[in-house]
Structure formats: C-alpha cells, structure tokens
C-alpha cells in the first residue's frame, strides 16, 4: 500500500514515497512489480540483473533481495521508502449457534400395543 505523497513520517524525506507492506521480508522485484515502478515481475528482475537499481544507496543486483522496514529502494529517478502497516485488529463474532435438532421416537401407548409417533425435542 502507497501511503501519499504528504506523509505524517517526520523520519522519510520529503522525496521518497512511502510504501507499507504487511509483512517482511519482501523480495526486491515484487516491491517494484506491485508499486508499478515496472511493466511486469520479469521485467523487475531484468532492470534489477542490470544493476539499475538501488537499495540503501547501493546497488542491487539480487532479484529475490529481501526488503524489510526501513530501507529505501530507487529506479529511474523514483525513490520509495518501506514502512512495516500497523497491524490491524478486527473483531471477530462467535459463530452463529445451530438450532437443536428434532428427533422422533417411538412411544406405546395404551393396552393394545397401538403406537404414536411424537417429535420430542433431544438434549
């Protein structure tokens, strides 16, 4: 997720564009697959192969280098700065009690042997 360009982090320069991610690490091509930095992974992996972009400051040549919270990414003149999202709580309702189920028995009533069926309700 791209947080806008006018960021409450006082700690990101104005330049960079903060990116949050839900979980880490991330690997390096996804980051700028997902944030539409390239056209496709492939060409994620290409650009990164070539030595076209930087982590840190430094160049980066490993495709799968795992990102994490903290470091900053540039390609053709974009800078984007990872921020770990605060983790969201959502609550959750218990689960929907079904009804008791009915059962029929079988009961003999009177002295001829004649019998009824009656729904009674199991415990």
Same mark, same amino acid.
């Given at each position: 997720?791209?947080?806008?360009? &006018?960021?409450?982090?006082? &700690?990101?320069?104005?330049?960079?564009?903060?990116?949050?991610?839900?979980?880490?690490?991330?690997?390096?091509?996804?980051?700028?697959? /997902?944030?539409?930095?390239?056209?496709?992974?492939?060409?994620?992996?290409?650009?990164?192969?070539?030595?076209?972009?930087?982590? &840190?400051?430094?160049?980066?040549?490993?495709?799968?280098?795992?990102?994490?919270?903290?470091?900053?990414?540039? /390609?053709?003149?974009?800078?984007?700065?990872?921020?770990?999202?605060?983790?969201?709580?959502?609550?959750?309702?218990?689960?929907?009690?079904?009804?008791?189920?009915?059962?029929?028995?079988?009961?003999?009533?009177?002295?001829?042997?004649?019998?009824?069926?009656?729904?009674?309700?199991?415990?």
């Amino acid at each position: 997720m791209t947080v806008p360009a &006018n960021h409450s982090d006082k &700690n990101v320069p104005a330049d960079i564009r903060v990116v949050e991610i839900s979980r880490e690490p991330v690997e390096l091509y996804k980051i700028l697959k /997902f944030e539409g930095m390239v056209a496709s992974g492939g060409q994620a992996k290409v650009v990164v192969a070539a030595g076209q972009v930087l982590v &840190n400051g430094k160049i980066e040549t490993q495709k799968r280098k795992k990102i994490v919270a903290g470091d900053t990414i540039e /390609f053709n003149k974009e800078k984007i700065g990872i921020k770990l999202a605060s983790t969201v709580t959502t609550e959750v309702s218990p689960p929907k009690t079904k009804a008791k189920p009915v059962a029929k028995k079988q009961v003999t009533e009177g002295t001829s042997g004649s019998s009824v069926a009656i729904d009674v309700e199991s415990q």
